[in-house]
């Protein structure tokens, strides 16, 4: 079971050094406050508690969470369901995109600092040649929607050559709508032991009852960015009097001189 070195501290700026020190477990998080103007932010919130594609995760435990346009996690290992996710992946990364226009899509805006800041750039994974997906947005509905402790990592999504050599996955959310009450992310700075990845993998979640409490708990204001590792558990709690609406992105680190990956 690794940990994070530095305990619960947290980076608050974007920087090649703080994604550094992120991949290699020295800080639990970065947290950008205003990394994306709020009234853009909440204006695209409403699109997306509206959006005709809002559909919801398969699994037990995220089937009360919404999210626009097909996740790779969806996939399931299907065939036909692979490559539905690549057919519509470039023309979903347009329509969302265009949810902001005529301003700058935050998942864009991060893939663009990312290839700057990072020693070896960053990309659009792709998958067996195909791209894939990145951008998608997720809706928490009021009260009902919450993600148990979970960790999520592609190597159990797919074999595809691409991942060999991804050393870290990171997710990265930049928040459009949160309430005051409730919609925090947990983060327990550890990875699943095997049985509690068992269970993660056939319900994606773990009853918060049965483990100890979260070590860092961050509530996020529209317009920040957060990031952390998703293969380590993390979970958010059920939000209260308005939706919670952010966008998500996975981020796959191999060697630094090597680019970061990312899709959704």
């Known amino acids: ?11 608050t700026e974007l920087s090649g050094e703080s994604l550094l020190r992120l991949v290699q477990r020295e800080v639990g998080a970065i947290h950008v406050a205003g990394f994306y103007p709020r009234d853009i932010a909440e204006r695209a919130a409403q ?4 959006h005709r594609a809002l559909g919801h995760y398969h699994k037990k435990f ?4 919404g999210r626009v346009y097909m996740p790779h996690i969806d996939t399931k290992w299907d065939p036909a369901q692979i490559a539905k996710y690549h057919d519509e992946a470039l023309a979903s990364i347009h329509e969302v995109r265009a949810s902001f226009y005529p301003y700058l899509c935050p998942i864009d805006h991060l893939r663009l600092l990312l290839q700057e800041l990072w020693p070896g750039g960053a990309n659009l994974l792709r998958l067996r040649g195909r791209a894939c997906f990145v951008g998608a947005f997720r809706v928490f509905q009021p009260t009902t929607s919450e993600f148990y402790p979970h960790n999520d990592r592609i ?9 060999a050599g991804m050393i870290e996955q990171l997710v990265a959310n930049v928040y459009l709508q949160v309430p005051n009450d409730g919609g925090d992310l947990q983060l327990w700075l550890r990875d699943p032991t095997e049985d509690e990845r068992r269970v993660i993998l056939d319900v994606e979640g773990i009853d ?17 960015l957060i990031i952390f590792s998703s293969a380590m558990l993390h979970a958010v709690v059920p939000a209260h009097g308005t939706h919670r609406v952010g966008m998500a992105a996975f981020i796959g680190c191999k060697q630094p001189e090597e680019p970061l990956f990312m899709w959704s």
């Open 208 to 224: 918060p009852s049965d483990i100890e409490p979260p070590r860092l708990t961050i509530h996020p204001e529209p317009g920040d």
């Open 1 to 11: 079971m690794t940990t994070v070195v530095s305990g619960a501290d947290v980076a």
């Open 155 to 163: 190597d159990q999504e797919t074999d595809a050559p691409e991942i």
């Open 47 to 50: 699109t997306a508690i509206g």
């Open 62 to 65: 995220t089937s009360s969470v």
